[in-house]
């Protein structure tokens, strides 16, 4: 007889289920709510809030056991203790066999120090976790391992999402991976082609509707609940085990000493809540003292959170048309907002926006630093100017920006960017005169010259004359 391992509990009216009664488009049939996976360890009350040694008769994990294990794993050559989610495999015990788990040893990835963005923002300690850095290039395969692990134990031959672009690379990827059929459900003209080229290159069926990213999804809802297909957007709780793992890997790199801020960008709204879900947990196994704040940050032209709680107070969700070159949180209905405005709330963070030239400056900025993002990471650091202006963080804070993508993901942004052709009249009159010259010291467009030693040579002195660093003015 095999031993529940995990049940889902519904985020609305708390109704719990087993893992393997919950339907096709995992919703609470009783009220329309998310589930969250809850563990039998989840139930415990913690007997040492803020100790590192449970009690003798607590039935918690030990956490020094935890750290040493985790730790050991790392020297191993088993794909499953080289995956960056499944080396903490025993703080998500969704499949049966773990040796059986689909993996392209995700996770693993660098905490890049960022001096020169701090400065710009006003604080001295700054880090980037850089989950561009994934086998896809995203955050999305920290979760995508894990759900589609569940779907191939399950023994579905069809999976599918709609996506903006890195949930579809993602899944395509995995399911090639496991042996398993995707279909890709992607907005019309609204995608980054390098995005869209990575499923296809990995075999999925790539169906491009004529609608937006919502439009998308409330197609492939229909469909689910009538073909045997697996559905693998965020809404499956399951991806949320895997993005929550990145809170782990964060701690283990900064020697489990917890910093005051993270800040993630807002889309879907899955990935902030994952995290909170992650420190929560750590919290209430004594693995660490407390919990980070938490800070989300949407894109100014597709903010339905930010104007739900600025109009009223997030009581209920304002949709919108969204619009914004950040195309990886081009999404204008959210379906994990709940959960999103949960993770705000429970760990004192909070919700900014930012615009289209904001966005720019900041990825260009990050750029600078030898590091780079696709646009959409580069909304944490604008977030992270106006949360520091506003008081909201205070120079000696320490802060830790999620940076969700690789700057390879929409490389024509980059181009354009730099040609100095991608905003329109409209937008360039907007922009400060102040951050007019930071644009201007940030773009490097190709140079033509003549095929001319002499030419070229004139060129690179006047440029070696130049100042190496940009300007920097703190927010």
């Known amino acids: ?158 999976v599918a999402c709609a996506s903006t672009g890195n949930t579809s690379a993602a899944m395509a990827a995995y399911a090639a991976r496991a042996g398993l059929r995707s279909i890709v459900f992607i907005p019309e003209g609204k995608i980054a082609w390098g995005k869209l080229s990575q499923s296809m290159d990995y075999g999925a069926l790539t169906l491009q509707l004529k609608t937006d990213f919502d439009g998308c999804v409330r197609i492939l809802t229909d469909l689910v609940t009538r073909f045997p297909i697996y559905l693998l957007n965020s809404v499956n709780p399951y991806r949320l085990e895997g993005q929550k793992t990145p809170a782990f890997e964060l701690l283990e790199q900064l020697e489990w000493q917890v910093p005051e801020h993270i800040i993630v960008p807002g889309g879907n709204l899955a990935n902030g809540a994952a995290l909170a879900k992650g420190f929560t947990e750590m919290h209430h196994l004594g693995l660490i003292p407390r919990i980070p704040k938490i800070s989300i940050i949407q894109a100014e032209g597709a903010n339905p959170l930010y104007r739900s709680l600025q109009e009223n107070g997030g009581e209920e969700l304002i949709p919108v048309k969204a619009n914004t070159r950040a195309t990886a949180i081009r999404i204008g209905n959210p379906a994990s907002w709940r959960k999103a405005l949960r993770a705000l709330r429970t760990t004192g963070g909070w919700c900014e926006q930012a615009s289209e030239q904001e966005i720019a400056l900041a990825k260009a900025q990050i750029g600078a630093e030898g590091v780079g993002c696709e646009p ?49 009249e409209a937008e360039n009159a907007e922009i400060s005169t102040s951050d007019q010259a ?20 004139h060129t690179l002195e006047s440029h070696m004359n130049m100042k190496l660093s940009q300007p920097v003015t703190t927010a």
């Open 1 to 158: 007889m095999k031993v529940a391992t995990h049940q889902l509990r519904c985020t609305e009216c708390g109704t719990r289920i087993a893992g393997s009664a919950v339907n096709s488009i995992f919703r609470c049939p009783e009220c329309n709510g998310l589930y969250d996976v809850i563990y039998p360890w989840s139930l415990i009350p913690p007997s040492i809030p803020n100790g590192d040694i449970p009690a003798s008769d607590s039935k918690l994990p030990n956490p020094s056991a935890l750290r040493w294990l985790w730790q050991e794993r790392r020297t191993s050559t088993m794909p499953v203790d080289q995956s960056g989610v499944w080396r903490f495999r025993d703080l998500l015990p969704i499949v049966d066999n773990p040796e059986d788990v689909v993996t392209l040893r995700e996770g693993n990835t660098p905490l890049y120090d960022l001096p020169r963005c701090a400065k710009l923002a006003g604080i001295d300690w700054l880090l980037a976790k850089h989950q561009g850095m994934n086998p896809t290039g995203s955050f999305k395969d920290t979760g995508m391992t894990a759900a589609l692990s569940v779907a191939a134990e399950r023994k579905f031959e069809w």
């Open 376 to 424: 959409a990471s580069a909304v944490t650091l604008a977030g992270l100017k106006k949360l520091v202006a506003q008081g909201k963080i205070t120079r000696e804070e320490r802060v830790v920006l999620i940076l969700t993508g690789h700057t390879l993901k929409d490389s024509d942004y980059t181009i354009n960017y730099h040609r100095g052709e991608l905003f329109t």
């Open 438 to 457: 930071l644009h201007a010291s940030l773009r490097k467009p190709p140079v033509v010259l003549e095929a001319d030693s002499d030419v070229v040579l």
